[in-house]
């Protein structure tokens, strides 16, 4: 079935650090990747999302491409302010209907 | 611009107590979902519906049952509430295809004694 693995956290960085959370999947078919942001007391929301092979998503700094030789979908940003700290989801979906998500890696960011 | 909306948004229940989880979406979406987080565990679908009058069970349905009562609301039921559902839960929804995005409630925070 499908899966969604991504790197463990917590993930602790100092401002304007650079930031890097691993997500790598296993699916049939071609799914469609996500990274999902989720802030203390808050739901889930689409940070980015990229639909086919070597798309790029981005948002407020962050990229992701959607590499498929690799199966991967790595969450970068250059410089993380104190402002990122939250739980990151990556998640892929498919035309089945029912999305996958990974555990969720929790970013602290330090001034 | 309220897109998911659920209620209430803490509950504390008594062991064997029964108790709805409301939600409603105005985003004219088909397919609805209730998830549960708990820590460490990541999310876990409960039950979705891909289509009014369609339910499914996800990961985790034992314990609960759900209404797609019409296409903007979707119910969770516990009918004997147990320690182990306390726990933070979500719904969710999203048009239909592999791209679309999904959209999350502001959760719903029950405990269960």
Known sequence: GDSVTQMEGPVTLSEEAFLTINCTY???GYPSLFWYVQYPGEGLQLLLKATKADDKGSNKGFEATYRKETTS???EKGSVQVSDSAVYFCALGTNAGKSTFGDGTTLTVKP | NAGVTQTPK????????????QCAQDMNHN???WYRQDPGMGLRLIY??????TTDKGEVPNGYNVSRLN???????????APSQTSVYFCASSGQGSGNTIYFGEGS???VV
């Open chain 2, 10 to 21: 803490f509950q504390v229940l008594k062991t064997g107590q029964s108790m709805t989880l």
């Open chain 1, 73 to 75: 979908f790595h969450l």
């Open chain 2, 71 to 81: 296409k903007r609301e979707f119910s969770l039921r516990l009918e004997s509430a």
């Open chain 2, 48 to 53: 979705y519906s891909a289509s009014e009058g």
């Open chain 2, 31 to 33: 397919s609805m979902y």
């Open chain 2, 109 to 111: 925070w029950l405990t």
């Open chain 1, 26 to 28: 296993t699916a049939t």
